[in-house]
């Protein structure tokens, strides 16, 4: 079996574009687009992906304010800071990231973030408003492994698909939006034993669980196309998944690598999802809604 690579590359760079394209737009008509990147923490990870945001907000024309309040940032800081934010109108998307100080609860922190601004999808009311079907913003690593198989044509609706991780930033919400699309979700976790009872049976295995080479080629059929969300970093700094590339080659009909998958996907849509939060909020686009309520 050849394995098809699904690269995230040329996806990213079209969804980088529509980004450029319409903040250029808003531009014309006198308005910016920022997007606002709360940060309390030293880890080295966490920043060199801030500084990748900033530089992809740069390339698109989207100003990226760094909010760094340094790693003994304590709760109430970090909540005022977020309401600031919120309900400053030149703000238009607000992300934090995470790890935070310890003791501080990012559950209470992400429900601060106003919703039209959640442009990473971590306010509770979005998820909610995704199990639901209403319109949200879902969490930018979700919808980015919705996109890249929508991008290389793998079909999803009526498909058997196992997505291996539960958690509220990528699982949960990728399984609503698969739903949505007809696709039959199997959610697998650390309790689900035997995970290729699950996987060998899907079309399509997504794995986030950051557990390094956690799926193998015994874990799935032949024409299965399989999706690696998972970002381990190695003792020598490298970059891995969760998947064990050298044995799901050669198996799968399909394979998303990391590095070079949903990652770039990833942060292009935080910044499409910018420029949709700022169009959806501009004068223009308020004043179309109150009148269309008369
Ligand atoms: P998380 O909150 O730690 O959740 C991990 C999930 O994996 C949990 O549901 C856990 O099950 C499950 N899991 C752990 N070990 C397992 C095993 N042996 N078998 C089956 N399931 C197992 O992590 P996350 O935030 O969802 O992130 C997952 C991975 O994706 C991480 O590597 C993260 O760095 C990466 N990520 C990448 C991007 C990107 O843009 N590329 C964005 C976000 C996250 P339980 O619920 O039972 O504990």
Redesign the pocket.
């Known amino acids: 079996m050849n394995t098809a690579v699904l690269s995230g590359k040329e996806l990213a760079g079209v969804i980088q574009q529509r980004a450029r394209d319409e903040a250029r737009i808003l531009r014309s008509e006198g308005l910016g687009t920022t997007l606002a990147v709360v940060v309390a923490t030293e880890d080295e990870a966490t920043h060199w992906y801030v500084r990748s945001i900033e530089r992809a907000a740069e390339r698109a024309g989207i100003g990226c304010r760094l909010v760094d309040l340094g790693a003994n940032a304590g709760q109430a800081m970090l909540a005022h800071v977020i309401e600031d934010l919120s309900a400053e109108p030149a703000v238009h998307g607000i992300i934090l990231q995470t790890p935070l100080p310890a003791g501080v609860r990012a559950d209470t922190l992400v429900g601060l973030i106003a919703p039209e601004k959640d442009v990473d999808g971590a306010n509770p009311l979005s998820l909610g408003r995704l199990a639901v079907g209403q319109p949200a913003f879902a969490p930018a690593?979700a919808r980015?492994v919705v996109e890249l198989l929508d991008h290389f044509e793998v079909p999803v609706a009526g498909r058997n698909v196992a997505v291996?991780?539960?958690?509220t930033?990528?699982?949960k919400p990728l399984s609503l939006l698969l739903l949505e699309r007809d696709a039959t979700v199997t959610i697998?976790?650390?309790?689900?034993g035997a995970?290729e009872r699950y996987t060998r049976l899907a079309d399509i295995v997504v794995v986030?669980?950051?557990?390094t080479g956690?799926l193998k080629g015994s874990h799935v059929s032949h024409e299965a196309v399989v999706i690696d969300?998972?970002?381990?970093v190695l003792p020598d700094g490298s970059l891995v998944g969760?998947v064990d590339e050298a044995s799901v080659t050669g198996v799968a009909a399909g394979l998303s690598p990391v590095p070079g998958g949903?990652?770039s996907v990833?942060t292009a849509l935080l910044l499409l999802h910018t420029v949709e939060a700022a169009r959806q909020h501009s004068p223009a686009a308020l004043l179309a809604a109150s009148t269309s309520r008369i």
């Not at 291996?164 to 958690?167: A, F, I, P």
């Not at 969300?229 to 381990?232: A, D, E, H, R």
């Open positions: 690593t980015a291996v991780g539960r958690s930033v990528v699982g697998c976790h650390s309790k689900s995970l986030a669980a950051g557990r956690l969300v998972g970002t381990n969760d949903v990652g990833t």
